[in-house]
T-cell receptor
Framework: RKEVEQDPGPFNVPEGATVAFNCTYS??????FFWYRQDCRKEPKLLMS???SGNEDGRFTAQLNRASQYISLLIRDSKLSDSATYLC???????????FGPGTRLSVLP | DVKVTQSSRYLVKRTGEKVFLECVQD?????MFWYRQDPGLGLRLIYF???????EKGDIPEGYSVSREKKERFSLILESASTNQTSMYLC??????????FGPGTRLTVT
């Protein structure tokens, strides 16, 4: 089993839709969690950290469920510019190493 | 913003050649990383470094080595390139608390 798993998609949604991605991780010792965004042929960039209490940044909401070992990302009111691959990331070794999921591809259609 | 640069965007090498991929960061970050990214597999950690002259193996170090002689520079070396090392290589520097800043990547093709 991979350490971090994601549905690869693609998720094709119309503008304005709400879309949710889930990610599961296998290492219960993971301490920190993130969502990164990667545009086509570009490098990954941090979208947001994920906290146990859940956190929101504008149209984006991230949730962490430690008991079930999954992380979610909700995007409301999707924009064309949200089209990208979303990478789920967990840390191990006391935060020294990042483990990246394979990514979920989102296409927002006009 | 942290800027991470990589020496080449595209590289084509022959099997058996020695390949150097260079990465430079413009901040004073101690932690630097080399990943490769392949379709369906995501980013996989090759090597990382916490400080000058320090290096640690990641998940897939076989066939690779690294060098960190200066804090800002972290090099990845393919001692004898093979076709299964054709990939996108990404370097990252880690800021506080945990954000990783990536370079633009080097797409390496080994023929």
């Amino acid at each position: 089993r991979k350490e971090v798993e994601q549905d690869p998609g693609p998720f094709n949604v119309p503008e304005g839709a709400t879309v949710a991605f889930n990610c599961t991780y296998s290492n219960s010792a993971s301490q920190s969690f993130f969502w990164y965004r990667q545009d086509c042929r570009k490098e990954p960039k941090l979208l947001m950290s994920v906290y146990s209490s859940g956190n929101e940044d504008g149209r984006f909401t991230a949730q962490l469920n430690r008991a079930s070992q999954y992380i979610s990302l909700l995007i409301r009111d999707s924009k064309l510019s949200d089209s990208a691959t979303y990478l789920c990331v967990v840390t191990r070794n006391y935060g020294q190493n990042f483990v990246f999921g394979p990514g979920t591809r989102l296409s927002v259609l006009p | 913003d942290v800027k991470v640069t990589q020496s080449s965007r595209y590289l084509v090498k022959r099997t058996g050649e020695k390949v150097f991929l260079e990465c430079v960061q413009d901040m004073d970050h101690e932690n630097m990383f080399w990943y490769r990214q392949d379709p369906g597999l995501g980013l996989r950690l090759i090597y990382f470094s916490y400080d000058v002259k320090m290096k640690e193996k990641g998940d897939i170090p076989e066939g690779y080595s690294v060098s960190r002689e200066k804090k800002e520079r972290f090099s990845l070396i393919l001692e004898s390139a093979s076709t299964n090392q054709t990939s996108m290589y990404l370097c990252a520097a880690q800021g506080e608390p945990y954000e990783q800043y990536f370079g633009p990547g080097t797409r390496l093709t080994v023929t």
